[in-house]
């Protein structure tokens, strides 16, 4: 996420001691992100294209799905581009392509409470065609096509919301999923299972406690399943959840239907797992991609290319999505890399910074995101 930390010159000699002072001072040096980092990521089913949520500067790049930099290029150029002010684009984390118009549904967190509808051809500094005002904390999304839904999971309330996928502006939800039975603490990732109608989400752990809670506290992340037409206060089906799990920070999830299993960007654990629907309660991944050479490094997103058996994952981590083999499992080496800077390019991993501090011992500065 592009954050740009400014440090000034003492301005004490200016100050004036009988009241505040404008100062309008160029920074002495700014430590940013200059790259993209990509958080989630889809495909337009129609023409095979992969679209990059780049939270970090607030935009959508679009790549041909067979685009594979080369080791000693400096990046790959996106097809087009989507960002600029008049997009509304801000914290863009969840994204939707509507498998039969192209259309592209973009979630904005933290700063910008809203979700943006744009036309598959938009590109560059385009007004979306429709927002929706969505509560505050919104992160992923998922559709069901055949009943026409939308649906949404909201951080800091720990909640799911389910509209009707054309609503617009001030639009209400249909239906609301929340309450302390719902185990639902700090959901990110939603996706769907529509031939069993289950609902799949992912949870980093940060939840409320009591009756009526007034304060919070932490519980193991976990990945809790609802029946989809669930509302109100209503406990999940089961859960995954435990050590033997390696969930840690799970961020975007994608349900294979056709295999019966769903995959997950395990952000803080820079990996992705792989669980059989089926699974329950403490149990191990039936498959786990991570290692140097996958070049995985906070994923964020997921999703399955069912045309062509491919995986992809797009992290934020080092400015790069990876695509694997549907069936991919341990260390190996992606298929293809799409990278959006130079190689030895480190992502400056400055997210939704809160505060900044200084380290007079070590001359560190620290900044908790």
């Known amino acids: 996420l592009e954050f740009r930390r400014v440090l000034f010159r003492s301005l004490a000699a200016e100050a004036n001691p009988k009241g505040p002072v404008m100062l309008d001072k160029a920074p002495i040096r700014q430590v940013k992100d200059t790259y993209p980092t990509y958080s989630a990521i889809a495909q337009d089913v129609r023409t095979g294209d992969i679209f990059m949520q780049d939270e970090n500067l607030f935009g959508i790049r679009v790549f041909d799905r067979m685009t594979n ?3 000693n290029a400096a990046f ?3 097809k087009r581009y989507l960002g600029g ?3 509304k684009l801000e914290f863009n984390c969840g994204l939707y392509i509507d498998p039969l118009s192209g259309d592209i549904y973009s979630v ?3 700063t910008t409470d809203s979700m943006v509808v744009f036309p598959s051809s938009a590109e560059g500094d385009v ?5 929706l005002k969505t509560p505050h904390g919104s992160y992923g999304i998922a559709v069901d096509e055949d009943k026409k839904e939308l649906y949404m999971t909201v951080e800091h309330t720990n909640s799911i919301v389910v509209y009707d996928k054309f609503a617009n502006g001030t639009d209400k939800f249909k239906r609301e999923m929340r309450g302390l039975n719902t185990q639902l603490a700090d959901p990110h990732g939603i996706s769907l299972h529509i031939k069993k109608q289950l609902m799949l989400v992912t949870n980093h752990g940060n939840t409320l406690d009591g009756v009526s809670p007034t304060y919070g506290k932490f519980i193991p992340p976990s990945i809790t399943f609802y029946p ?3 509302k109100g206060n209503v406990a999940p089906l089961r859960t995954i959840a435990g050590d033997k799990t390696q969930l840690n920070w799970p961020a975007h999830i994608w349900v294979d239907e056709g295999r019966d299993e769903f995959y997950v960007a395990n952000d803080a654990g820079n990996s992705v797992l792989v669980f059989n629907i089926a699974d329950e309660g403490d149990v191990a991944p039936k498959r786990i991609i ?8 906070n994923p964020m997103g997921v999703f399955i290319d069912q045309k062509n058996d491919e995986l992809w994952v797009s992290n934020m981590g080092n400015h790069r999505a990876v695509v694997f083999d549907r069936a991919a499992n341990g260390d190996v080496a992606p298929k293809r890399v799409i990278r959006s800077a130079p190689e030895e390019k480190v992502a400056q991993a400055i997210g939704n910074a809160g505060a900044v501090g200084y380290d007079s011992k070590r001359e560190e500065i620290l900044v908790p995101n």
């Open 228 to 230: 989809m037409d669930s």
């Open 108 to 110: 904005n967190n933290d």
């Open 69 to 71: 930099t080369p080791p």
């Open 76 to 78: 790959s150029e996106p």
């Open 290 to 297: 991570k290692g140097p050479k996958t070049q995985i490094r």
């Open 127 to 131: 007004a979306p065609a429709r927002e």
């Open 85 to 87: 002010h008049s997009t």
